[in-house]
């Protein structure tokens, strides 16, 4: 009987152990467009995310390096362009009501928290995950915004926890915000995520906060 039991033990360990990584809710997180810039463009700022009918239409309206041709604004060399979930996607970082020609715009989030650094780098991640995937602790040399695309986005702070559905946006917080990010909707998420970060500092590092009771 003992020889029994510990073979079932034996089996359902093994069973466990060789779960598929799937099981473990990986939030995904992939760079699509990324760029360094010296100056940022006088606040307060804005991220002003548009769509194009095609790649080449947005290259045409913000020019090979960021550039909008129709424009004489320094702050245009700020867009980045990325082709996300189906759609162009040109996301600006610039002053409040401004527009790309051509572009429809889809949201304006901010005011964007400030930072100085001698260097900036501006960047759009993909983020995409099924319900309960979740990032590690972390946080950033400056802020994280996000649009959410489909699902619905969570964000826990030391100040506590906030929901953003599709359709709708989430301003960043101040650098070095201690933050989790996950999915805490029912279907799978897919967001943009935009960043202004220090570019002298790592992207990126390990952090922990004790949520309020």
Known sequence: MKRIITGMIVVLASMLWSLPVAAQQQYV??????????????????????????????????????????????????????????????????????????????????????????????????????????????????????????????QRTPQGVNHVEAGHAMNGNSAGTAMEVFNSGTTELSALIMFVVDATKPFSSPAQFRAPM
């Open 29 to 154: 997180v992939k760079p699509v467009a990324q760029k360094k810039i010296k100056q940022l463009p006088t606040g307060p700022l804005y991220w002003r995310v548009e769509n194009f009918p095609t790649l080449a239409d947005a290259k045409a309206a913000v020019g090979p390096d960021g550039w909008n041709p129709a424009s004489v604004r320094y702050e245009t060399t700020t867009a980045l362009i990325a082709e996300v979930a189906g759609k162009i996607w040109v996301v600006t970082l610039g002053p409040k009501d401004a527009s790309t020609p051509g572009g429809s715009k889809v949201a304006e989030i901010g005011p964007v928290p400030a930072i100085t650094a001698p260097e900036y780098l501006l960047r759009i991640n993909y983020g995409s995950g099924p319900p309960g995937a979740k990032t590690p602790q972390h946080s950033h040399p400056g802020s994280e915004a996000f649009y959410v695309i489909s699902g619905q986005l969570g």
